[in-house]
C-alpha cells in the first residue's frame, strides 16, 4: 500500500488492485487477459471502469498506472486498453526473462507492441535481477537505447522518462535483485535507500514526483545517481 498512500499524499484517487499471481513463470498469454481484467476501459467491470464510475474520480484527466514484476508488466500494457493512461512507471520488469527457462516477451513488452509512447514510461530494474537485469530486456521495454554499459538512460527531450538498471552497491544488502526495494530478499522489509525521503534516480519518491507529472517532468538528483 506504500505506492497508494503516496499518490494519495500527490492529490490522486489511487488504489491497488488485486488479480491472480499463481505461475512461477508468466507469458504473454497469461499477461494480456490480466491486463484487460484490471484496465480495460471498455468494460464496466475491469477495476479502472469501476474506479472511474466513482464520483470522485475524473479519468479524463488521466491515469497513472506502476507495479512491481507481473504488476509492472500490466503497468507498461495498460494503455492498450486505457487510452486516458497518460503515464507509467515500472519496477521489475523486462522484454526477455532469462530466468530458469528463457522467455522472450517482446510480443507483449517489446516497445513496438506497447501503447504508452517511450516519453511516458520509466522502468528500473536490478542489475542482479535473474530475470531482467540486463540493458537489453529493460532498453526493449523502454524504447530508448544508451551504448552499452549504462545504468541509467533518460529522454534527450527532457520528458524525465527512461530506464534505470539498479547497482548493487546501491543498495543496502549489496543485491540488487528482483525485489531491490526490500533488503534481503521479498518480504516487504523496504530498503530505505529506495523509500521517501530519498532522492535517488531509482527511489520511490523522484519516481513518484515524475508520474505525478503525468511523466513530463522529472527532479534528477543532484550527485547523478
Not at 505461475?23 to 484487460?36: D, F, G, I, N
Not at 522484454?95 to 522467455?103: G, W
Not at 524504447?143 to 549504462?150: A, I, R, T, V, Y
Not at 535483485?177 to 530519498?198: Q, T
Request: with cysteine.
Amino acid at each position: 500500500m506504500q505506492f497508494v498512500s503516496e499518490m494519495s499524499k500527490r492529490g490522486f484517487l489511487a488504489a491497488s488492485v488485486q488479480y491472480n499471481n499463481t505461475e512461477s513463470q508468466q507469458t504473454c498469454p497469461s499477461y494480456v487477459p490480466r491486463t484487460q481484467g484490471v484496465f480495460d476501459a471498455s468494460r464496466s467491470t475491469s477495476a479502472v471502469g469501476v474506479l472511474c464510475a466513482l464520483s470522485k474520480a475524473n479519468c479524463t484527466a488521466g491515469i497513472v498506472t506502476s507495479g512491481i514484476s507481473q504488476g509492472g508488466m500490466l503497468a507498461v500494457i495498460a494503455r492498450n486498453y486505457a487510452p486516458n493512461v497518460k503515464a507509467a512507471y515500472a519496477l521489475s520488469v523486462g522484454a526477455y526473462n532469462k530466468a530458469i527457462l528463457p522467455i522472450d516477451l517482446t510480443a507483449c513488452m517489446g516497445k513496438q507492441n506497447t501503447a504508452i509512447p517511450a516519453n511516458r514510461l520509466t522502468v528500473v530494474t536490478g542489475q542482479a535481477d535473474p530475470s531482467f537485469g540486463t540493458q537489453s530486456s529493460v532498453q526493449s521495454v523502454s524504447g530508448f537505447s544508451c551504448p552499452d554499459g549504462n545504468y541509467q538512460c533518460w529522454d534527450p527531450s527532457g520528458s524525465g522518462a527512461g530506464w534505470y538498471l539498479v547497482q548493487n552497491s546501491q543498495v543496502t544488502d549489496g543485491n540488487a535483485d528482483h525485489c531491490y526495494i526490500d533488503v534481503g530478499g521479498c518480504n516487504d522489509k523496504f530498503d530505505a535507500n529506495w523509500l521517501p525521503p530519498a532522492g535517488s534516480n531509482w527511489a520511490l519518491k523522484s519516481n513518484l514526483d515524475w508520474l505525478a507529472t503525468f511523466g513530463t517532468r522529472r527532479v534528477f538528483s543532484p550527485n547523478g545517481q
